[in-house]
Structure formats: structure tokens, C-alpha cells
């Protein structure tokens, strides 16, 4: 599984139309794709990502309700996604990768693609799975157990 | 989304449903049920608008009246939709919604959207199969509200015999046709084709794009049928970089698909099961040291692909 994490471009122009569905504009989405920015005869691209107009999660709950199962669209495949609070003690970066297409099928060289780490700081994800409701199992979800783990771990006198 | 109907006794009420309702959605529309359909022995019949261009909903719709009224279809001039003038298909629905004493009729507007997403599946769902899906829900609806189905008769997508199994499957209680150019055949089949091709183009002209708030749209995008260069000219212009196309366009065409790979950005999905472990990345591996994996001291780490890291 690959990740992109976007950072919502913020509206321009408000359009009263769409609050028709719930979203949360603030989000930032990790998306089961890699979408590449860089051209095919190399040189980079910045692509600039209108969320808020062409990415429209919408759930049949309460959008309160932490539980709730989301639903889009992107580029015509269907998503669904849960919403992933940072957990209290904790912040969120966004880091910025690189995008090297000679080494994107090599797990070693990611460690080494971190770029910058942005700084920007993020309360909130949408954790987006491909037509697949997310579970316990996916690498992001369980990987947050360590969290209470060793929180147990550490508030242990033992 | 939304499985509710609405219930519209003009063209007017039914386009203003539409620019109402959100267009990514499927949105369901009928008729108030005509009291004598609730008791005389009736017809109903089924067709779609909209089957093959890459734009815009694909359209079901239905309509029904009892075997002794039928007479009136020929009346109102219900023939094939598609040798009718737009003009024509127009002041026919207008007349089908003023017989609503005598005749019903319920369309299921299927979003471009909706189209998309099925055929990308995971487990693929063809274009045959929403159909059939959506011709048994119309079924369905107009039983459910009490009409004293008969007979029904469908204009076939795929293998009629296949299709008039399966139909009879489910309703067994029913005389099912299911053939070629019943729209053409059966003047009931006629008017449920007219209903469906006036407001899939109604839908069409109202589309209300979410991508583009408060502008101008360029909707010269010709016939929408892939073949047409007006349309690959409207496909190749109105493309983001990052997500493509706006929702009017069924991502799931051949022709969308090519016009995507050449002018936007890249995606790659992680959709092949086993490639999935081999390539997968924890999100953590991007703090690595030294792009060498750690040893961990328990597999607690290993299964949930965390490692330790001191090393940004």
C-alpha cells in the first residue's frame, strides 16, 4: 500500500451547494494510490489538489459518530474510509516525499525519501481504503495500537 | 445514496428535482400511482437512455396502465424514442404526465458515479448487471406501491433469454418479454423509453458541477457518444491534473481512460493482492535508519510494520 498525504487546498470560492453533503473540509486524506507528480521526461510538477471541489466524502451516519464508515469517490474508483483522531500526547506531520519513479518499487529506498518535513500539524486523518472497509488489520490502524501499548507500558511502576 | 423516490407530476417538477438533488448520487423519480392500476389487470414496460456515451447518468424508467387503457399509448404517439425528435419525446412525456389518471411511470437515474464506481470494483459489476439490478428495483417499486401487475415487457440488454430467466426468477408471479427492440414492439415499452430518454437529457442539461462553483460551464460536449470528436475535444479540456474529471464523466470508459493516461498525472493503486504484502510501506519506514530495517526486539513491531527509529 502506497500513501499520499494532500493537504486540502483551502476554498477559494464558497459555494452554499455543497454543505449538501457532509465533508470535512479540513481532513487530510491518506489515499491507497500514489498519484505521480513527476512528468515523464523528468522535471517536477506542482500539482495543486482542489479537494474541497472534486473530493466529496460523504457517510450515512452522524458525522460525529467515530465510527462512521465514509464513502468517495476518486478518479472514478470507489473508496471507503474511517476517520482517525491523532490520539491525545500525540501530533500529526505531514512530511513531504520523494517522488523518485526509478526507485518507487523499492521498500528500502522509501526510508530515505522523506524530503521535509512540512511542520504543518494535523489533529485529524481520513484513512481511505480501495472498495475495502478498513479493519484492525490494515498496517496504519494497527500500527496505532503501540500507542496504548505503551501508554500501558509506561504508566506501569512495575 | 438516497433510494427514496420522488414523486413528480411535470417535466418542471422533475428537472427541478434534479438540479436540487446531488448529482453524484442515483436519484429515483415517479408518478402518483393511478387508482385504476390498483385494481384492473396491467402492463408495464421497461427501457434505458444514456447506455453508451461517456457522459452524464444512464437513465432506467418504467412505465405502466392497465391492459384495457392501452389503447391510449398509441394515442399519445408512443413509438422508439430514438426515432422521435427531441421536440416530439418532449410534448409526449408532457401528455404521459397529464394521463396520470390512467398511465404511471417511475424513472431510476443511475450517476455517472455510480457507474464508475461499480466497474472499478474490487469485484467488477458490469454495465449489464446495474441494468438488470436497476429494471428489478422499477419492478419492484411499482409492485410494492400496489399496482396489479401482469405483464411485463422489457427491452433486453445482453441475451434476451438470460436476461428473461433471471427476470422470471425473481418474479415468477409475472408474464415476463423480454426482447430486442421492444421499444420498437410494444407502445408501453415506447413510452417507459420516452420517459427515460426526456430526463436523462433534462438530467444532462440541468448537471449542476460541484467542481466548478459559481462559473461558466463549458458544456459543448457534443453528442457525449465516444466516437464523437466534439466530446474527446470536451474530455481533453476539462481535465485536473490530480482527480481528473468532473462527476459528469464515467471515469470507466475506454475513451476517458486513455484521455486520462495521457493528460493527467499518474496513479497507481495498490489493487493487486499479492504484489500488496511485497510492496507494502509502513508509513514508518519513511523514519528509517539508514534504509536498513531494525531488529525488533518483539514481533509485536513486525506485524503492526513498525520499527524503531532515533533518525529522521
Redesign the interface.
Known amino acids: 500500500?502506497?500513501?499520499v498525504i494532500k493537504r486540502p487546498e483551502h476554498s477559494q470560492?464558497e459555494?452554499s451547494?455543497?454543505s449538501?453533503?457532509a465533508t470535512d473540509q479540513q481532513a487530510v486524506h491518506l489515499l491507497?494510490?500514489?498519484?505521480?507528480?513527476r512528468k515523464l521526461g523528468g522535471g517536477r510538477?506542482t500539482?495543486?489538489?482542489?479537494v474541497d471541489?472534486?473530493?466529496?466524502p460523504?457517510t450515512?451516519a452522524a458525522t460525529d459518530d467515530e465510527t462512521a464508515l465514509w464513502h468517495s469517490?476518486?478518479?472514478?474508483?470507489?473508496l471507503t474510509g474511517v476517520k482517525l483522531s491523532i490520539p491525545d500526547g500525540y501530533v500529526g506531520l505531514l512530511?513531504v516525499?520523494e517522488d523518485d519513479d526509478n526507485h518507487r518499487?523499492v521498500?528500502?529506498?522509501?526510508?530515505?525519501?522523506?524530503e521535509s518535513?512540512t511542520g504543518e500539524v494535523t489533529q485529524e486523518v481520513m484513512y481511505w481504503n480501495?472498495?475495502?472497509i478498513p479493519t484492525r488489520e490494515d498496517?496504519?490502524l494497527?500500527?496505532l495500537?503501540?500507542v496504548r501499548?505503551s501508554e500501558a507500558i509506561m504508566t506501569n511502576d512495575n | 445514496m438516497n433510494s427514496n423516490y420522488r414523486v413528480c407530476h411535470t417535466i418542471s417538477d422533475v428537472k427541478s428535482v434534479i438540479s436540487f438533488e446531488n448529482n453524484s448520487f442515483d436519484v429515483r423519480i415517479e408518478s402518483d400511482v393511478p387508482e385504476t392500476t390498483k385494481t384492473e389487470k396491467c402492463i408495464l414496460g421497461i427501457d434505458e437512455a444514456g447506455r453508451g456515451p461517456v457522459l452524464g447518468p444512464m437513465v432506467y424508467g418504467t412505465s405502466y396502465c392497465s391492459a384495457d387503457n392501452q389503447v391510449i399509448l398509441k394515442t399519445l404517439g408512443c413509438a422508439d424514442s430514438k426515432v422521435l425528435s427531441e421536440q416530439a419525446r418532449d410534448d409526449i412525456f408532457d401528455e404521459i404526465t397529464k394521463q396520470s389518471e390512467i398511465l404511471g411511470w417511475a424513472v431510476h437515474i443511475i450517476s455517472p458515479t455510480t457507474i464508475s464506481n461499480c466497474s472499478f470494483r474490487r469485484q467488477k459489476c458490469s454495465l449489464n448487471e446495474i441494468s438488470h439490478n436497476a429494471a428489478i428495483g422499477l419492478i419492484q417499486r411499482v409492485l410494492d406501491r400496489g399496482v396489479n401487475i401482469c405483464e411485463v415487457f422489457v427491452d433486453t440488454v445482453g441475451p434476451p433469454e438470460k436476461y428473461q430467466e433471471k427476470l422470471l426468477s425473481i418474479f415468477p408471479q409475472l408474464k415476463i418479454t423480454v426482447s430486442k427492440k421492444a421499444d420498437s414492439l410494444f407502445p408501453i415499452v415506447s413510452a417507459a423509453s420516452i420517459c427515460a430518454k426526456v430526463i436523462r437529457d433534462a438530467a444532462l442539461k440541468n448537471w449542476k458541477f460541484v467542481e466548478r462553483p459559481g462559473e461558466d460551464v463549458d458544456s459543448n460536449w457534443g453528442s457525449g457518444y465516444p466516437n464523437d470528436p466534439v466530446t474527446k475535444e470536451y474530455l481533453k479540456k476539462n481535465i485536473d491534473p490530480v482527480f481528473g474529471f468532473p462527476s459528469i464523466v464515467r471515469f470507466s470508459w475506454s475513451t476517458a481512460e486513455l484521455v486520462l493516461k495521457n493528460n493527467a498525472a499518474q496513479v497507481d493503486w495498490s489493487d493487486e493482492e499479492e504484489d500488496e504484502d511485497e510492496k507494502s510501506v509502513p508509513i514508518t519506514s519513511f523514519f528509517g535508519q539508514n534504509n536498513k530495517q531494525v531488529q525488533q526486539k518483539t514481533p509485536f513491531f513486525d506485524d503492526r510494520g513498525l520499527i524503531v527509529t532515533t533518525k529522521f
Open positions: 500500500m502506497r500513501f470560492t459555494d451547494d455543497a449538501a453533503v491507497p494510490c500514489k498519484i505521480h507528480t510538477q500539482l495543486k489538489a482542489p471541489r472534486y473530493f466529496c460523504y450515512k469517490s476518486l478518479r472514478g474508483k470507489p512530511c516525499g518499487n521498500v528500502e529506498d522509501s526510508t530515505s525519501a522523506v518535513i480501495w472498495d475495502r498496517p496504519l494497527s500500527a495500537d503501540w501499548v
